[in-house]
Every structure is written in structure tokens, then in C-alpha cells.
């Protein structure tokens, strides 16, 4: 693995990476077209973000002798790249067949500690501090701060919240909120909060007919539709005694309120818990479901997240129907987003059994499937967790 030191990097420990670091800032060869894949790898003292290029769909896009270490979660927009570590955002360009350091966006001065981090476009990306409840909006083009948001409103005063994972539309910001305290109670309704850029204000919206979500899925539609899973805090609702079954509803594009549409996957494939909702294109989206007789049987959250029993589904929201992709296997967990690239979906379940105490041994299955004829087959396997993945503009 290849260090990039002007990022300030922790020295890592993981055991198949070299132990020696090039004391120079390496050139990193990047090309139009090429294949880019971030995943993050745990080992015992930290996290390792990297982010593998290739010209070819195969392994060497994970191969650890070439791989480059980051400082954080790396994410790609435009054929750009962004990297955030807490509340900082660096930007790397592609410039004369090279990966290019840019110009770095530092927050901590503003008392902000970081949280979820979104580009959207050219002109808007957001940080949110879901500590401070701020979320702060950027041009990822300048990258220059364009305006601070009030989150405030949000808390309420019988229970906690968690503010989860944002959506961005024409001009409004939809965020994910999970009233609780301590996972253990909930108020089971989906929820979310809508932040209208233009006047700041923040309307809070909450609908019974499906559980609260941890925000494991949602997406926008070609029609610019948004759509809004229910997921029962990613099984933790289940665990505090709630039964309500998760489900997908609708804000239609130029509204900012919930339609009457809802997709419920459980009443069409019942002896499956479905985490994740993920857009693969033409109205169908794929997700994992893991066995009931397993996430009952578990003796908690984590440990049914690690079983290894969940299959992967493709769900046709168009005609309310929900396929078991056979060639897939039983794997792990999925509930990061899947990837679309000339009409292919790229996905990476777990492999094998996970030690929730300990990441440091988990692989990861590069799958890519054809979202019409659900044909699917496995690329190559790779550590830790996949975190984004594409071609270069």
C-alpha cells in the first residue's frame, strides 16, 4: 500500500500491507476511464481508507502493494475526488493522467466535528455535524462554505434522536431521523427532516406505515422521484419489541411531503428480514434479506447483522414484486449503497461469519449483476468493506 504523507497518516499495522512507507508523496496514475474503488480496512490501532485504480474490472483494483491510503472516507463526483476526515474535506482532481491533491476545506474551526458527508452536484455538498445538529453546505467546485444550517429544532423533549444519512433534491436537503434513546426505545414511525436551503427552516415529517430507519437505503428515481426506506433501525426496533414490518415510501418529485405509495417487501417474501434499498435503475432495486429464523434467533442487533445468512433480493418497485438473485449465495451483510456502471449494478456483501468485536477479518465479495435478467457472478474478493466504486469521467 502506498502512503500518501502530506495527509498526515497514521502508520498502519495490517498484516499483508508492507512494512515499509515511500517517504515521498507518490504520483498517482489516473486516467479517463480508468475503474476506482474505495473500501476501508480495520486493523487493530485504526481504520484504513484506500482507494485502488484500474483500467481493467479485476483484482488489481484491490491489490495492496498498489492501493493508496487515505485519511478518511473517500467518496467521487464528477471524476473527482473527495476525501473527508472528520470535519475536513480535501479534493483531488484527475489532471494529466494523475490523481492531484487540491484545495482542503477545514471546519474544525467552526466547532464542527464532522458526521455524514454528501456531494450532491457541482455547487452543493454538505457536512453534517449530527452532534451539533449543523449541517454546513459547500461548493465542491471552490470548495468554499456557502452557508450553516440550524438543525435545532429537531431534538424533541420525551426522547433522543439520531440524525442519520442525507438526501439531496432541488434545493432541499432530506434527513434521516431515528427518535430513540439508546436504541433500546423508539417511536416507530419513519421520520425525516426536510431543510429548505433557501429559508433554512426544517419541517419534520413522520409516517406510521413504516418503522423508523437507520437510513440503510433511499434513493432517487429517473422521474426525480425520492423514495424513503423504512427499516426498523436497521433490526434495532425489532429487538426493542416493535413488529411493524419496514417498507418504502414516496416523496414525488416538486413535493415535499409523502404520497400515498408504500412497497412492502416482507408481504411478498415473508420469511425475510429486507435491509437496504438500493437503486440499481429502470424502477428495480436491489437489498439484502436475512432469514427471520436467524434475526429471531440472535441474541442481539450485531449478532444477526453477522450471520451469515442473507440473501440478496432484487425488488421491481414498478410492479411490486420481489426476486431472490440465485446466483448470489447466502453472504452478509449489505447495507452500503450499490453501484451502477453501463447498466450494471456492482455490489459487495461480506463473505463468511463476522466477528462484531473485531473487523479486522472481514472480506468482501465483488459482485456484478444485470438488473434485468438478475444474472449475477463474483469479480474477486477483497478486505474490509467496499466504500464506493465507478469509472473516472
Known amino acids: 500500500m502506498r502512503q500518501l504523507t502530506s495527509l498526515f497518516l497514521l502508520p498502519f499495522t495490517f498484516a499483508c500491507l508492507p512494512e515499509e512507507v515511500e517517504s515521498e508523496t507518490p504520483v498517482i496514475e489516473a486516467e479517463s476511464g480508468s475503474y476506482y474503488m ?43 475526488f473527495y476525501v473527508n476526515a472528520g470535519a475536513r474535506i480535501t479534493k483531488w482532481t484527475v489532471d494529466d493522467g494523475a490523481l492531484t491533491e487540491g484545495p482542503t476545506l477545514d471546519l474544525s474551526g467552526e466547532g464542527i466535528e464532522g458526521g455524514y458527508f454528501l456531494v450532491a452536484d457541482a455547487d452543493n455538498g454538505f457536512l453534517l455535524d449530527n452532534q451539533n445538529l449543523v449541517v454546513t ?27 442519520r444519512r442525507p438526501i439531496y433534491r432541488d434545493g432541499t436537503l432530506f434527513i434521516y431521523i431515528a427518535y430513540t434513546d439508546n436504541r433500546q426505545v423508539f417511536i416507530n414511525n419513519l421520520t425525516v427532516g426536510v431543510l429548505d436551503l433557501e429559508s433554512g427552516d426544517v419541517t419534520v415529517l413522520e409516517d406510521e406505515r413504516c418503522p423508523v430507519s437507520a437510513g440503510f437505503g433511499g434513493y432517487l428515481d429517473e422521474n426525480n422521484d425520492l423514495y424513503l426506506w423504512g427499516d426498523a433501525f436497521g433490526g434495532f426496533a425489532v429487538f426493542a419489541g416493535e413488529t411493524k414490518p419496514n417498507c418504502l415510501l414516496r416523496i414525488p418529485s416538486g413535493s415535499t411531503t409523502f404520497d ?60 411490486g414484486e420481489a426476486l ?24 459487495a456483501p461480506t463473505t463468511g461469519e463476522i466477528d462484531v468485536d473485531d473487523f479486522t477479518n472481514v472480506e468482501s465479495s465483488m459482485i456484478e449483476l444485470d438488473p434485468e435478467t438478475l444474472e449475477a457472478s463474483e469479480l474477486f474478493r477483497f478486505p474490509g468493506f467496499l466504500g464506493g466504486f465507478g469509472r473516472i469521467e
Open 38 to 80: 474505495s473500501f476501508s480496512i480495520e486493523t487493530p490501532d485504526n481504520t484504513l481508507w484506500v482507494l485502488g485504480l484500474s483500467e481493467t474490472l479485476d483484482e488489481s483494483l484491490v491489490d495492496l502493494e498498489n492501493v493508496f491510503e487515505f485519511d478518511g472516507i473517500v467518496r467521487e463526483f464528477g471524476g473527482d
Open 137 to 163: 453546505q459547500f461548493n465542491p467546485t471552490t470548495m468554499l462554505i456557502t452557508e450553516s444550517y440550524d438543525l435545532s429544532s429537531i431534538p424533541r423533549d420525551d426522547i433522543g434522536q439520531e440524525i
Open 260 to 319: 400515498d405509495f408504500q412497497f412492502t417487501p416482507q408481504t411478498l417474501l415473508p420469511q425475510f428480514f429486507p435491509f437496504g434499498m438500493h437503486y440499481a435503475g429502470n424502477g428495480v432495486a436491489t437489498g439484502s434479506g436475512l432469514d427471520l429464523a436467524a434475526i429471531l434467533g440472535a441474541k442481539d442487533p450485531f449478532a444477526a447483522f453477522a450471520a451469515n445468512s442473507h440473501a440478496t433480493i432484487a425488488y421491481d418497485i414498478t410492479t
Open 324 to 347: 431472490l438473485v440465485d446466483d448470489i449465495p447466502l453472504g452478509g451483510l449489505q447495507t452500503e449503497s450499490n453501484y451502477q456502471v453501463e447498466g450494471l449494478t456492482y455490489l
